[in-house]
């Protein structure tokens, strides 16, 4: 069994950054990939950034790319998510999750553990 605790979310005005924090436990964290994902109100949930066991590949969704940096520390069994350069559509629920392997993907049936997520509003 594995555990995913969100951190970090809130309100923060467009233009704004926020650093988006999961911390894991109940497995060897650094076998695996982990991605970000969020969920709009009213919308499905949508891939935001991926990376793989060593932290040296990453991907990104396209309305994010170049404004969020995923980021891991194995030794912390930490993975980050840096916003800059936030924007309202932005506005959701955040999820943290581990994949079923070491390999990054944007694909949500790739991950079997989610965390409880944290959510990001930016308004003026």
């Known amino acids: 069994q594995v555990q995913l605790v969100e951190s970090g979310g809130g309100l923060v005005q467009p233009g704004g950054s926020l650093r988006l924090s999961c911390a894991a436990s109940?497995?060897?964290?650094?076998?695996?990939?982990m991605g970000w994902f969020r969920q709009a109100p009213g919308k499905e949930r949508e891939f935001v950034a991926t990376?793989?066991?060593?932290?040296?590949?990453?991907n990104y969704a396209n309305s994010v790319k170049g404004r969020f940096i995923i980021s891991r520390d194995n030794a912390k069994n930490t993975v980050y998510l840096q916003m800059n350069s936030l924007k309202p559509e932005d506005t959701a629920v955040y999820y943290c999750?581990?994949?079923?392997?070491?390999?990054?993907?944007?694909?949500?049936?790739?991950?079997?553990?989610w965390g409880q997520g944290t959510q990001v509003t930016v308004s003026s």
């Open positions: 109940g497995r060897t964290f650094s076998s695996y990939a």
């Open positions: 990376i793989n066991w060593s932290g040296g590949d990453t």
């Open positions: 999750a581990c994949a079923r392997g070491s390999w990054p993907s944007s694909r949500s049936n790739e991950y079997n553990y």
